[in-house]
């Protein structure tokens, strides 16, 4: 999982909570960096903050699905109000104020949305006992 936020000392505490968890987490205190990392990682999702000083979250959030597009993004933010076309880019939001489990529980749930995907693509691609291809 890829972490873009300009405020280090939290990102040290999330990602450390997250390895506990089990996740690896690769993090980036600069957009520039975090965009380079997403293009040579091999990613499950993505936290990105909204106010960063170099480029907004919405700017990173194009710029990771252009390279990514089946990539979930979460944005993690401060800020309630965004701009409508973000809210359609990212795969959900999280409040920095709401408790941890809800981030946690936000990302289980976009990194499971996107693995019962590709585990339904790969039975659409199985044959079945018929030779014919199966229907999930």
């Known amino acids: 999982m890829l972490w873009i936020d300009d ?3 939290g990102l040290s505490v999330y990602s450390a909570i997250f390895e506990g968890f089990g996740f690896r987490v690769i993090t980036a205190t600069r957009p520039a960096i975090g965009l380079a990392l997403a293009a040579t990682e091999k990613l499950d999702a993505a936290i990105v903050d909204y106010e ?3 480029m907004d979250g919405g700017a990173v959030t194009a710029e990771l699905k252009r390279q990514h597009p089946q990539l979930p993004v979460i944005l993690f933010s401060g800020s309630t109000i965004f701009p409508t076309q973000l809210r359609t ?10 408790p941890f ?8 749930a976009v990194i499971g949305k996107k693995s019962l995907n590709a585990l339904q ?4 691609r199985q044959p079945s006992e018929e030779g014919q291809s199966a229907i999930a």
Do not use: F, G, S
């Open 7 to 9: 405020y280090e000392p």
């Open 52 to 54: 960063m000083p170099e």
């Open 89 to 98: 880019l990212v795969d959900a939001i999280c409040d920095k104020a709401e």
């Open 101 to 108: 489990e809800w981030l946690l529980a936000t990302v289980n």
């Open 121 to 124: 693509q790969l039975r659409l």
